[in-house]
């Protein structure tokens, strides 16, 4: 089967530091990956890369087949704002705006007339258990709801890849799991693969498989 | 580690608080020297003042009196322009002791002249019956600076004979202490009017400065706090923090005191510049605006430190809303409230210059409460754009400009009170010239006129003689200055009139013609007086002091009163009315061509040195220079404004995308274009900018007229003449402000999608 998303020989050097020395890895539709490992192992720098935030300074990433590395950055900026969806730790929402327009941003940047962008991303977050909070802002929310509020809108419009960087960094146990099972749950429905990038072994427990990086090279990938 | 280290240790490893301190102690630079500037103008006109202190008439006696020590006779010529001020002087008694003032070296006698190096320059660069004949003797000395009003002033003193003299009496020169009038009392509001607009966009480039970190400061200070800091300790590292760059500023400002103070000594004032250190203020004052910056800086962010202090918790965890209290807009009527009892007590001429003291306040007031209003209006029209935005852009500004919106003003308070200056500008220079504009005399651009010839005979003959030994082309005018009245009407007003042929007089007279005239005795008068003027009276005028004024005299029956069909401001006496007193002219009024001008009156003056001579190009000169100064002075003090106010809204706008560096690195990580963020954050400045500047031009038109209506009760005129360029500062504000959100984009440019994760 064609992963969806592939890396290829994967090198970042930051001066000295081989944050990422020759990783192959590759992501199929629908597949839950968790990317592991102890600090500065390169977890980040991976998803980075994957997600064309970073350029390789070796190997290429593919989408779909086609090479990432060659885009430029509006190119790789595009690709991104359609074809990904990120969860950062601490939701990262923009604090001004409301949870369904912080939903409904990626559909507007895309160019969605109002109204339907802002259906779109209360229908999200009605499926995530977020009735009621549509016009709250970020600093109105527990730490958990603005995570959800988060997944809306990595999720709103419909990408092929969420990257997911700690998103369970800034919560208690039991809301991090809940957030990821709605994470889960959401990205199964869309279809989308999820690359998790986490520290915490329960959270990388519900992946089904777990890629686990030791100085900048996958030290070995188990599946559940 | 100490609280002082820590401080310490944050300035040194931290580039942006590094930045911020700078920008901090630029501010506090600029306002310390503002304020040191502006509060040394009563300094530098008392300076002047005092250096012409010899040329006061405040200490005139009697010719008789035994105080008296010389007599001197003060005019004002012209030459090219330029004002010349001369002083015919003489001894009061033969032999007699002259206490002189510092400059003057010596007193010249007669035969002798006095002149300011700049003159005598002048003259020597110049045909000497141009100019140099003006000033009949021996050049003995020059005057020093210390008798001069500013470097360049023309001034002649000249010697005469013991009682020839026709002038005032003084008890000396020396040893005076000059009064700064004239239009000191214009220049005293306008630096105070400027210290007050200009302090306020020099305390929002400070705090702007400060707000430069404040975010990630705040959050630190908040982390230090959770982890057992006490608040003093928490208040004493902001306080650290900023001390620096306060105490940096306050200091760069002292020293460079001295050094701007002859800088600013160039900006030319009433004809001219300024000596160097006049413009230098008390140490003790120095001292005091010196430490009060720093203090005041600090105390505001410390002041601004509250919530951290009081719940550290929320601040490092995030934001809340702001709410903004529509309460605020009540600090407008307060102001406006303060500011009209200053007119009041202004226009009401209560308490010398300390009158101006509360109209200041309401002025100052006014400015603060318009930065105290625009957060209001900043969140209105944030909930405009929320209720109306198609666009990802508009929507991210409207919500910024709703959520926080004292935060969204900070980068358009120093234009707004810019735009609010300028336009108080606009509203008074046009009403301020009509005030400094001189009145169009009654005589004509090209005459030269000596209306009262004084002690000097045979004027006319002497005249005519000079002028056709130097070949002038000229006609002189006899005539008998004095006025007309009504003898049935003793509370009636009296009219300025001159014995003098009709057809002679309209060559020197403005608004009156040679077609008014006729043959025979008449008298003739500006259109609409003849029903007013019975039972008339002529009575010789006589401006020179200490001579006898002969008692009036009826004019005779059945004299015919005739029209003038122009706007003549004089009523004309045929000469056949009253032939004795025509015999014996008082005045001459002179003829003249624009290439022949200086030459008849030089002739004019050296033969009648001790006369007032009118000239309307003199005293259009003299208003032409008070408009250049106020224009100059305005021009300055608005560069000033929109440089600051400018930078102070970059920085503002910079700091706002800096305290959102992980938000913006997010966004930009998930694909928004930077572009978009630019537009956004460009709007962010610029929507509030647009509507807080309309209504920033509308209270500076109306403080405006206030302050219009106190320089009218200074100069006794000057009316409110309203026109569209009273919106050029509101569009003027409007590009400030589109520039300085340009310094969005350099900023959000140094972001990539890995800031998400920083901090």
Not at chain 1, 51 to 78: M, N
Not at chain 1, 132 to 158: D, K, N
Not at chain 2, 519 to 537: I, N, R
């Amino acid at each position: 089967m064609t992963p969806v998303l592939a890396g290829r020989g994967l090198i970042k050097h930051y001066g000295g530091v081989h944050a990422l020395n020759g990783v192959d890895i590759g992501i199929e539709a629908g597949e839950v990956i968790a990317v592991i490992g102890p600090s500065g192992s390169g977890k980040t720098s991976l998803l980075h890369v994957l997600s064309g935030i970073l350029r390789p300074d070796g190997g290429d990433v593919f989408l779909d087949g086609r090479s990432v590395g060659t885009l430029s950055e509006s190119a790789r900026s595009e690709l991104r704002r359609t074809a990904f969806g990120f969860v950062f730790q601490s939701g990262m929402l923009v604090a001004e705006l409301t949870a369904e327009e912080n939903a409904a941003l990626p559909l507007l940047l895309a160019g969605m007339p109002r109204q339907q962008a802002v259906a779109n991303a209360r229908d999200w977050l009605h499926k995530l258990g977020l009735d009621g909070l549509a016009t709250r802002r970020p600093g109105e929310m527990s730490g958990g709801q603005a995570q959800r509020v988060a997944i809306a809108r990595a999720l709103a419009h419909r990408p092929r890849v969420i990257f997911a960087d700690e998103p369970t960094g800034a919560l208690d146990t039991r809301t991090g799991q809940d957030m990821m099972s709605a994470l889960l749950a959401s990205a199964q429905e869309s279809g989308a693969a999820v690359v998790v990038v986490t520290h915490d072994a329960a959270i990388a427990a519900r992946a089904k498989r777990r890629v686990e990086l030791s100085d900048g090279r996958i030290f070995q990938e188990v599946y559940a | 580690m100490s609280v002082f280290r820590i401080a310490l240790a944050v300035l040194r490893n931290d580039s942006r608080s590094r930045i911020s301190t700078a920008l901090v102690t630029v501010g506090v630079a600029l306002g310390v020297s503002l304020v040191l500037w502006l509060a040394s103008a009563p300094h530098a006109l008392q300076e002047r003042a005092d250096r012409t202190a010899w040329r006061d008439g405040d200490n005139s006696v009697s010719q008789t009196d035994n105080r008296a020590q010389v007599v001197m006779a003060t005019n004002v010529d012209q030459f090219d322009g330029k004002l010349i001020h001369r002083y015919d002087i003489t001894r009061a008694h033969v032999g007699g002791f002259v206490s002189l003032p510092p400059g003057i070296r010596e007193f010249p006698e007669p035969g002798q002249v006095l002149l300011s190096p700049a003159l005598a320059a002048l003259v020597k660069a110049t045909p000497p019956e141009k100019l140099g004949d003006r000033f009949p003797g021996q050049l003995v000395d020059e005057i020093g600076p210390q008798a001069l009003e500013y470097p360049d002033e023309l001034v002649a003193i000249i010697g005469h004979d013991v009682g020839t003299v026709d002038g005032w009496a003084l008890t000396g020169l020396g040893g005076k202490v000059g009064y700064a009038a004239d239009n000191a009392d214009m220049l005293y509001l306008l630096t105070r009017i400027g210290m007050v607009v200009l302090i306020v966009p020099c305390l929002v480039l400070v705090a702007s400065a400060a707000r430069l970190t404040a975010t990630r400061r705040e959050r630190r200070l908040a982390a230090l706090r959770l982890a057992g800091a006490t608040p003093t300790q928490v208040i004493a590292m902001a306080a650290i923090e900023t001390v620096v760059g306060a105490v940096l500023g306050s200091v760069i400002a002292v020293l460079a005191a001295e050094p701007l103070s002859h800088l600013t000594a160039q900006i030319p004032w009433g004809g001219g510049t300024w000596q160097p250190g006049d413009f230098t203020s008390g140490p003790l004052f120095t001292a005091f605006i010196a430490v009060l910056a720093p203090v005041l800086v600090v105390g505001a962010a410390v002041l601004g430190l509250r919530r951290v202090v009081d719940k550290p918790l929320s601040t490092a965890a995030a934001q809340t809303r702001r709410k903004i209290s529509p309460a605020r807009l009540l600090g407008l009527v307060l102001a406006g409230a303060v500011f009209l009892l200053g007119t009041t007590v202004a226009t009401n001429q209560i308490g010398g210059r300390d009158r101006f003291t509360v109209v200041l306040v309401g002025l100052g007031a006014v400015g603060l409460a318009l930065v105290l209003a625009g957060p209001v209006v900043t969140a209105l029209v944030g909930r405009y754009f929320v209720a109306r935005w198609r666009k990802p852009s508009t929507l991210l500004a409207g919500r910024r400009l709703l959520g926080d919106p004292v935060a969204s003003f900070r980068a358009a308070a120093g234009v707004v009170v810019a735009v609010f200056a300028g336009s108080l500008a606009l509203t008074m220079l046009p009403g301020i010239e009509d005030q400094v504009r001189p009145f169009s005399g009654p005589w004509k651009d090209s005459a030269i006129v000596a209306d009262s010839v004084g002690k000097n005979t045979d004027v006319i003959g002497q005249l005519r003689a000079r002028l056709a030994e130097h070949k002038l082309d000229a006609e002189v005018v006899p005539l008998v200055s004095g006025y007309l009245r009504s003898t049935s009407d003793k509370y009636g007003p009296s009219y300025q009139a001159v014995i003098a042929s009709c057809k002679d007089a309209a060559k020197v007279l403005s608004g009156l013609s040679a077609s008014d005239c006729v043959d025979g005795p008449a008298v003739y008068l500006p259109l609409g007086y003849q029903s007013s003027m019975h039972d008339l009276e002529f009575a010789k005028g006589n401006r020179s002091p200490n001579s006898d004024v002969p008692a009036p005299k009826r004019l005779p029956e059945g004299i015919p009163l005739r029209p003038i069909a122009g706007d003549a401001q004089i009523m004309v006496i045929d000469p056949a009315v009253f032939p004795d007193l025509a015999a014996q002219p008082t005045g001459a009024a002179t003829t003249t061509t624009p290439s022949n001008r200086d030459a008849v009156y030089t002739a004019v003056v050296r033969l009648l040195p001790d006369v007032p001579v009118a000239d309307n190009l003199r005293d259009s000169s003299h208003s032409a220079t008070l408009m250049d100064d106020l224009r100059r002075a305005t021009a300055i003090g608005l560069g000033l404004m929109a440089l600051l106010s400018g930078a102070s809204a970059a920085v503002a706008a910079a700091g706002s995308v800096i305290d959102r560096r992980r938000t913006f690195g997010a966004l930009i990580a998930a694909g928004t274009p930077v572009r978009v963020l630019a537009r956004a954050l460009r709007r962010e400045v610029v929507l509030p900018v647009l509507v807080a500047t309309l209504g920033a031009c509308l209270a500076g038109m109306v403080v405006g007229l206030g302050l219009l209506d106190v320089t009218h009760s200074i100069s006794g005129r000057g009316e409110a003449l309203l026109n569209f360029w009273i919106l050029a500062p509101a569009a003027a504000g409007f590009v400030v402000a589109l520039a300085a959100a340009a310094a969005c984009g350099p900023v959000l440019r140094t972001f990539s999608a890995k800031d998400y994760s920083y901090e």
